[in-house]
């Protein structure tokens, strides 16, 4: 990989390859979670001229959201030659096999993931990156693409600086990250959200036995995450393994179990290890 920047920042709203004077012409490949939002996003400010997934109702439905012309295609034959980018959102085991079967077309291509590196196109693509927002989608709940961090890799400075342009069109908030930084966010955001969401899971498991639910969490929840507004996790911690109360930490393992008590003991135990002054 080209060490295409000297930090971490990128430049946006860049002119240099002209390709900011035309609306980019993308390929999408994918019609899940990911493209649908991005497709959508990308349609504002370029011509999503087709999108191509396996189930032709998907690359329809979504083709039909995008609107402007876009051709739906459920085969890779279809993939437009003459493309800006070919934009692959697709789950991470597909990206090497798709990459391997189509020709090298002079556009950049680029994939999603956090966690596949940007060389999974090398030996088959020229120019090629990543295009890495960091948010979780899901389909029909509505995101506001202005406000996500958008992580760029090209395997060289022009790419780099096309792609962070692209992304700039989208979004403030750019910058590069190669695949080695990209994993870490990416294994930074599991935790910060599917393990927090799987903590919510057994919250909303719990509260059901009493005829409740997880939107009685909601005031919590909100005052938890608002104080990082101003203050670092470090900081915000808060609870009886925080306080090192061990008893109330004892009462509450007994009311779970299996998993749920192993996870808690866990959890617990890594709160007071890192606030060893309340051991």
């Not at 991470?92 to 189509?102: E, F, K, P, T």
């Not at 950049?108 to 979780?136: C, E, M, R």
């Not at 779970?256 to 996870?263: M, P, S, V």
Request: proline share 4%; hydrophobic share 40%.
């Amino acid at each position: 990989m080209s060490n295409d920047t000297a930090g971490n920042k990128l430049p946006v709203g860049s002119n240099e390859n002209g390709l900011e004077s035309k609306r980019w012409k993308i390929s999408l490949i994918g019609a899940g979670n990911v493209a649908t939002h991005l497709g959508q996003s990308l349609a504002k400010v370029a011509d999503i001229v087709q999108v191509v997934s396996r189930r032709l109702e998907s690359a329809q439905r979504l083709s039909r959201l995008i609107g402007g012309g876009c051709m739906a295609s459920c085969t890779l034959d279809d993939v437009e030659c003459a493309s800006d980018l070919y934009l692959l959102a697709v789950n991470d085991d597909s990206i090497a096999r798709i990459s391997d079967s189509l020709p090298d077309y002079p556009g950049i291509w680029a994939h999603t993931s956090g966690s596949v590196p940007a060389d999974v196109f090398a030996g088959s693509k020229t120019n090629y990156g990543v295009f890495y927002p960091l948010q979780t989608f899901t389909r029909d709940v509505r995101v506001d693409v202005s406000e996500i961090p958008f992580f760029i890799e090209g395997n060289t400075v022009s790419v780099s600086e096309r792609l962070a342009s692209l992304a700039g069109m989208l979004s403030g908030r750019v910058e590069y990250a190669d695949s080695e930084r990209r994993g870490r966010l990416h294994v930074s955001a599991v935790f910060a959200c599917n393990y927090a969401n799987l903590m919510w899971l057994i919250a909303d498991e719990l509260l059901k036995k009493d005829g409740l639910d997880i939107t009685y969490m909601m005031p919590l929840l909100k005052a938890t995450l608002g104080k990082l507004n101003d203050i670092s996790p470090l900081e915000a911690m808060t609870g009886p393994a925080r306080r090192g109360d061990r008893e109330v930490v004892r009462k509450h393992m007994e009311m779970l179990r299996d998993n749920d008590r192993e996870i808690y003991r866990i959890l617990a135990d890594r709160i007071l290890n890192e606030y060893p002054d309340r051991r």
